[in-house]
Structures are given as C-alpha cells and as structure tokens.
T-cell receptor
C-alpha cells in the first residue's frame, strides 16, 4: 500500500459526459502529480501541484482540469469525454517537488468511455 | 523531453541476478536517475534513484557510469514477484521533478 488513495477505482461513462477523479496523497506529501496511461501512449504526465499551486503542466488537454485543495487532496476533472480518453489515470504524491525524492503512486482509476 | 533507451524486454531465471541497462546520453549534470517498476494491474512503484554514486537499497542496486550516460539496475536475486515493466527515467524540468516515463523494459522471470 503506497498510502495514495484514488477513487473511484473504476468508472464507466458515456461520450460527452464529465467526470471527476479524486486523489488523496500520502500523509505529509505536499506535491501531487497526475498521469494518464493508455495502451498506445504509455504513461503520460498531465499536471503537477505543490501545496495548492499548479507547478507544471504536461500533455493535458484543454478539456481536462485539475486542482489541489487546502487539505492537499486533488481532483482531476475530465469533460466532453471522448472514446480516446479511456485509460488508466494515476495520481502520485511526493513530499516536495524535485528530483531528489521518490514519488508514490496510487492504484489508479480505470476510466472507460462508451 | 528527457529521453532514455532501454531494451524492450528481458528474461531472467528465478534466484539469479538481473542487470537492466539504460542509456541516457542527454542527461544534464543535475539530473537524477530514477527507476520505477510497474507490476501488472498496479501503479508504478519506486525502486531507486541516484545522482553520481552507486546506490543500494533493500530492493536493488543502481550502478551509474562515470560519465553518467548510462546506468544499470541490479536485482540481486530475481523472484517471480519481480516480473514487471521497469522504467529508467532521468529528471525533467529541473526542480519540478516530473517523471517522464518511456516505454520501459518488460522483465519476465522464469521459475
């Protein structure tokens, strides 16, 4: 158990809909990262937050948004969903952003868009 | 983006050592080298990281070449549970510490 909790574990929704994925980081971790994993694209970095502030953006679509709340949990909002958004979404956390640290990943949310 | 080169797949026998190579010729002087692994149906799991010196922990050892253009992850005695995709990553974006994953090496362990 990494200590990172993601909910829900599975989500099935229709095209055009909007969903929210939730992540609770490990206790004491201030930095949260979101990744998307699909079969053809591998693990893609989406966005990073540190202590409530957006820190870095990766390949995140404009239809996607995220935030980190004062209690440090984070939510990833996916809207106008398309079939191609079906993927595993992972959240990770670390004590602070930076290279000399380890990141802990949750078990992921499997999103299926039908 | 930071780029690493790893073999697509490797095989090992149970209880034998495994050496997983990685080339990172574009690494900068301040980039750490990280290794993560992903077991089937699970999120990535931290294995080890280092900057210049070789590193050891309870899971593995990391041997870093003197010119830092390559590194090797060493699993001292492979078990069936070590079958996973192993990702070698070097730091991207300086202090941001975002991990940029490549395709990794799929390690199979035979009993």
């Amino acid at each position: 158990d990494s200590g990172v909790t993601q909910t829900p574990k599975h989500l099935i929704t229709a095209t055009g809909q909007r969903v929210t994925l939730r992540c609770s980081p490990r206790s004491g971790d201030l930095s949260v990262y979101w990744y998307q994993q699909s079969l053809d694209q591998g693990l893609q970095f989406l966005i990073q937050y540190y202590n409530g502030e957006e820190r870095a953006k990766g390949n995140i679509l404009e239809r996607f948004s995220a935030q980190q709340f004062p209690d440090l949990h984070s939510e990833l909002n996916l809207s106008s969903l398309e079939l191609g958004d079906s993927a595993l979404y992972f959240c990770a956390s670390s004590v602070y952003p930076g290279q000399n640290t380890e990141a802990f990943f949750g078990q992921g949310t499997r999103l299926t868009v039908v | 983006d930071a780029k690493t080169t790893q073999p697509n797949s490797m095989e090992s026998n149970e209880e034998e050592p495994v050496h997983l190579p990685c080339n990172h010729s574009t690494i900068s002087g301040t980039d750490y080298i990280h290794w993560y692994r992903q077991l089937p149906s699970q999120g990535p799991e931290y294995v080890i990281h280092g900057l210049t010196s070789n590193v050891n922990n309870r899971m593995a050892s990391l041997a870093i070449a003197e010119d830092r253009k390559s590194s090797t992850l060493i699993l001292h005695r492979a078990t069936l549970r070590d079958a996973a995709v192993y990702y070698c990553i070097h730091g991207y974006g300086g202090s941001q510490g975002n991990l940029i994953f490549g395709k990794g090496t799929k390690l199979s362990v035979k009993p």
